[in-house]
């Protein structure tokens, strides 16, 4: 696997250990529609929010901040993605979209930022 993958994959298991201990269930990782896909999907604490997770994932926040690599095509990704998983499980409850940032290597502690309700791909 290429390097830039394992870190990937590094970085979203330290999301979803850093939600799962902030009181979130993590119903889906990795769920594909097609080419896209939605890294986590999960529910809040209270049970009344889906949240779509997007995270992104570099060893140092120098070049590019990882939340400055949601553009305006992933947001609308994720949203093409969150909707066809809503209708799947015929699903009615509030929805939420946040960002995971992940900044480190795996062999040291991520430094990792949580931006609730980051964007909303109505709006786009």
Known sequence: MARHNELGKWGEEAAAEYLVKKGYAIRERNWRLGHRDLDIIAVTEDARTLVFVEVKTRENGELMSPEAAVDIKKVRSIGYCANAY??????????????????????????????EDAFNPCLI
Not at 88 to 101: A, C, G, H, V, Y
Request: charged residues 20%.
């Open 86 to 115: 809503i209708k799947s499980l015929n699903l009615d409850t509030e929805i939420r979209f946040d960002i995971i940032t992940v900044v480190g290597v795996p062999s040291s502690e991520p430094q990792i930022t949580h931006i």
